[in-house]
């Protein structure tokens, strides 16, 4: 099983539309969880912690569920901007840093 | 503003040269890092460092090497030994030495071009 696991879409979503996404973990220790988001031929940047308990950060709800080892995030009301690569971070074996390869979703006018 | 600074955004090496990639924070970070990207693929580690004066080997360190000799600067060279050295390279840094539980933040990448 590969560390952190995405699905790579792409995800074709109409505007205004809700887009959910799950990554998958094999590291049962694994206790940091972010989303990025990386714009083509940009940087990745942080979108939002995982926290245990979720946490929502306007239009976007970020979850952990740590018996089945995933993180989903959800995008309410999508907007044309919210095309990108969404990529799941998590820190694996020995505290390292394990990105995903990423999702990539885009919105539809 | 506090940040990452690569330098340059666009570089082209010829076949057997080496190149050096700048990166620098002005974050007070500790713990800086290397990645590649190629196109369609995810970030893998080339090397790291938690501390001034020394660093690890990342998953693809092979052709490549680095300096820290200050906490402020984590060059890249990039190898005439490194084959396939077209890529886009970041660098990223974090406070807590590696261990992750703030996150990265990342400079705004070298886009690499062997001609």
């Known amino acids: 099983r590969k560390e952190v696991e995405q699905d790579p879409g792409p995800f074709n979503v109409p505007e205004g539309a809700t887009v959910a996404f799950n990554c998958t973990y094999s590291?049962?220790?694994?206790?940091?969880f972010f989303w990025y988001r990386q714009d083509c031929r940009k940087e990745p940047k942080l979108l939002m912690s995982?926290?245990?308990s979720g946490n929502e950060d306007g239009r976007f709800t970020a979850q952990l569920n740590r018996a089945s080892q995933y993180i989903s995030l959800l995008i309410r009301d999508s907007k044309l901007s919210d095309s990108a690569t969404y990529l799941c971070?998590?820190?694996?074996?020995?505290?390292?840093?394990?990105f995903g390869k990423g999702t990539r979703l885009h919105i539809l006018p | 503003d506090g940040g990452i600074t690569q330098s340059p955004k666009y570089l082209f090496r010829k076949e057997g040269q080496n190149v050096t990639l700048s990166c620098e924070q002005n974050?007070?970070?500790?713990?800086m890092y290397w990645y590649r990207q190629d196109p369609g693929q995810g970030l893998r580690l080339i090397y790291y460092?938690?501390?001034?004066?020394?660093?690890q080997k990342g998953d693809i360190a092979e052709g490549y090497s680095v300096s820290r000799e200050k906490k402020e600067s984590f060059p890249l060279t990039v190898t005439s030994a490194q084959k396939n050295p077209t890529a886009f390279y970041l660098c990223?840094?974090?406070?807590?030495?590696?261990?992750?539980?703030?996150?990265?933040?990342f400079g705004s990448g070298t886009r690499l071009t062997v001609v």
């Open positions: 990223a840094s974090s406070p807590d030495r590696g261990r992750g539980n703030y996150g990265y933040t």
């Open positions: 590291n049962s220790a694994s206790q940091s």
């Open positions: 995982v926290y245990s």
């Open positions: 971070v998590v820190n694996g074996r020995d505290d390292k840093i394990i």
């Open positions: 974050l007070n970070h500790d713990a």
């Open positions: 460092s938690q501390i001034v004066n020394d660093f």
